[in-house]
């Protein structure tokens, strides 16, 4: 369907205003891409897939017990052939049906060998038969008796990770050999780069886990986790939440239990393995300094030991030392931070700038050497805004990243006051402009392969106005109270688009632009409002440095979904 195009002047308008004769400019940055800061490719740039939607199941998953053993794609630092890269896991996934007679499960999962599937009938433990196998990235397992509303069962799958694939096709799971070759850098270093240790992660956003573990691999979905990694010794692994056992196996493995504290959705699931120097900070709680939080970074030991600032070596922490203050700072303005520990490790190579996993962050190892203080400040945002209260579908990513990048402004502003924030926002405005603007798509219900790709602009930089002009239109003081409530009420849990939209419905009355008409015009409908000034008469300056001038401005509206005015 072709959509019609319109063009009409819609209003004019004539008001008097006063201009102070001297200008008053405002530095403008570059724009901040600081979630594709990875030099070396860009994401989704390899990848031609279909988008998914995102489907409601008729289960609710309330654990995942999940042990990856990467001990033999480790265990040899420096080769690289097909058998290195094959390991074995597990997944035993409680969920409680939400339909009634529920006679199968239908779990994501791609690319792996399926050994076997048990479920767990009344305590014991039955063997599916024949074993079920993916098809179309589905796995649908059999139960052995229908489930009623609210009943739970147990299943385990058994799965071997054997995808050889050349780097550039890899999905969910990243495996690197000491000493390969990862690239140049720009200019002005042009050094070579190197990785340093074996290295083996996972990246998932936005539908990437299913390559690593069989899962609901839907935003929406919240449950709790425990990952257990088995690795060489000397090797250390990251991961969400605490860590509650260390242990060893004689000399030759180590094994890592990690245990989310609180519900977390399969994308920001994370496990990261290499020979890591793990050290730490504290942030003391603005709610009870008394109480303290720690902060673990984990990077290889010469970045560790990096004493440069001037960006010729990774320098961890010459740029991690501003994080405990960015906690409290968050704390501050948000609610406290809500998890039991907030981390950091450092990949190299790695095909983004940074990835807010649950109390682990990923960052692009780049960021050490570039001192990139803004990056730390969005993933950290992302605590509270993406993992604490989490997009529902990939439609609401806007939800995320939008609040993400608000959150940088919010640390310009602490670092150099309003000029900061404004300068922020500003360059993210022309940003936009430049990729497009209003020949762009609406915020909501873009393709999910272009949300971090074409259309990165608009969940990003865009988005990030809609936070600053809600924030504008309610007031900064009934803003922050609605968005703390707001996060306080969802802690946990996934929102919609609409579930936020009924949210301040519901707390503020009478707002300059009724939410149905901000959210319509922002979210749902594209492009932004086009002013005209048709003509200007103004009298001569005054003592005073003023004049008036009398204008007509005309707001025009044309293009493809944009609404016919914007109500301001
Ligand atoms: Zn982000």
Known sequence: MKKSHFNALFFIFFFSIQYLASSHL???????????NGYFRSRFAKTSDEPLEVQKRNYDVLRYDLYLDWYNALKNPKSMDSTDIVWFGSNTILLKAEVENLSSVVLDAASLLIDSVLVNDNGIWRKVLP????????????????LNIGDSISIKVFYTYNRFVDESQYRGFY???????????????????????????TMSEPEDARYWMPCNDAPYDKADAKITVRVPSGYVVASNGFLSKVQAEADTAIVYFWVSDKPITTYLMAATASKFHKYSDWYKKVTNPL????????????DFKATKTDGSEYNATNTFKTTPE?????????????????????LMPFNFGGMEHQTITSINRVWLRQNTQF????????????????????????FNEGGATWSEALYAEKLWGENGYNAFLLSSRSAYLKKGGISLPPI?????????????????????????????????????????????DYSFKSVTTEDIKNYFKNKISNPQVDFDTFFDQWLYKAGHPVYTLSSIVHSYTNDSGYFDAKIILSQVQTGNNVPEIFVT
């Not at 109480?291 to 010469?302: A, F, G, H, N, P």
């Not at 960015?326 to 450092?346: C, D, H, L, R, T």
């Not at 873009?446 to 002009?469: C, E, R």
Request: aromatic share 20%; glycine share 4%; hydrophobic share 45%.
């Open 291 to 302: 109480d303290s939080i720690e902060i673990q970074y984990y990077v290889w030991e010469k």
């Open 175 to 201: 495996l690197y050999p000491k000493g390969k070759y990862v690239g140049r850098l720009p200019a002005p270093f042009y050094d070579s780069v190197f990785v340093e240790e074996r290295l083996a992660y």
């Open 131 to 146: 074993t079920p196998k993916i098809v179309a990235q589905k796995l649908t397992v059999p139960l052995p008796r229908s």
């Open 375 to 398: 990056g730390i400040a969005h993933e950290l945002a992302h605590q509270w805004i993406g993992d604490l209260v989490t997009c529902a579908t990939w439609k609401d990513i806007w």
């Open 26 to 36: 405002i530095f403008l940055n570059e724009p901040s891409f600081v979630e594709f």
């Open 444 to 488: 909501y219900d873009l393709p999910v392969n272009t949300i971090f790709g074409d259309y990165a602009i608009l969940v990003y930089q865009k988005a990030s106005w809609f936070y600053h002009m809600l924030k504008e239109m309610v007031g900064d003081s009934l803003f922050f109270k609605t968005f703390r409530s707001f996060l306080q």
């Open 326 to 346: 960015m906690v409290k700072f968050f704390s501050q303005i948000f609610v406290e931070y809500p998890f039991v520990k907030y981390g950091m490790v450092a």
